[in-house]
């Protein structure tokens, strides 16, 4: 398999009115600084494009890109993150957990509501692309080739029925995936796979930046590439840290 151009691929979890003292998770993230980072990025001369480009080599003379993505499909981001988006006319990815639409996220410290059956397709009709998260939000590793394919294929056909369009992209739940994983989302067709911040970046294990609780500052560093770079030298920290005096 051909090795995919590195792009930034943010991720994000809750959208929030006001980032909460204390966040055990690390999963809020206030409209402001989203909005922020955002407003940094296209400043900075990024382009928000959809994930699907992510696999595909940049064409001759096209600037710099970067997706958004929003993980576990909370109600809040239809209410507080879709009008950030839409306010900026910028193309986005919400992973779903298809068999808890309409219920409550239980991975957390605490439950929040995700996104009703109605919620998510308004935020589908509003030009948001819809991708799995698995059926259950289990870790795909730990368990059987059945209950894999189950998790990976089911949601898939579960929210593509709910939708009516191909779901393109699943976003492995705690960005845990092997290699079993990986090939049980190839042959359910998906057209890749996000994984986390250790993600190598390949087509099913796409490399996400953790951007929810950065400073614009963290995200710059992160969004050009300098942060991946300087985790592969060999005096990493020092140059790390030469990386953050320069932004
Ligand atoms: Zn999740």
Redesign the pocket.
């Known amino acids: 398999m051909s090795e995919l151009t590195w792009m930034p691929i943010l991720m994000y979890?809750r959208i929030v009115e006001q980032e909460p003292p204390v966040d055990p998770d690390r999963i809020c993230t206030s409209v402001g600084r989203l909005a922020d980072h955002l407003d940094l990025l296209a400043a900075h001369d990024f382009a928000a494009v959809p994930l699907e480009l992510a696999c595909r080599p940049p064409e001759h003379g096209e600037g710099r890109r970067f997706a958004i993505t929003f993980?576990?499909g909370y109600e809040e981001t239809l209410r507080l993150a879709q009008p950030v988006l839409e306010a900026r006319s910028l193309p986005a990815t919400v992973?779903v957990?298809s068999s808890m639409i309409g219920g409550n996220?239980t991975?957390n410290d605490e439950p929040r509501p995700l996104l009703t059956r109605t919620q998510l397709l308004d935020l589908h009709a509003s030009g948001m692309f819809i991708g799995s998260?698995g059926r259950n939000?289990r870790r795909l590793s730990t368990l059987e080739p059945p209950a894999i394919q189950d998790e990976v294929q089911g949601s898939r056909e579960e929210l593509e029925q709910l939708l009516g369009v191909a779901v393109r992209f699943i976003?492995y739940?705690?960005h845990d995936l092997d290699a079993r994983v990986a090939a049980a989302a190839a042959s359910a067709g998906y057209a890749g796979a996000a994984g986390g911040r250790a993600g190598r970046h390949e087509r099913y294990n796409l490399h996400r930046i953790d951007a929810g609780r950065m400073s614009t500052r963290e995200l710059l560093l992160h969004a050009s590439g300098l942060h991946r770079w300087a985790r592969r030298q060999p005096m990493a920290r020092a140059v790390r840290r030469a990386a953050v005096r320069f932004f």
Request: charged share 15%.
């Open positions: 979890h993980d576990d992973f957990v996220a991975w998260h939000h976003a739940p705690h």
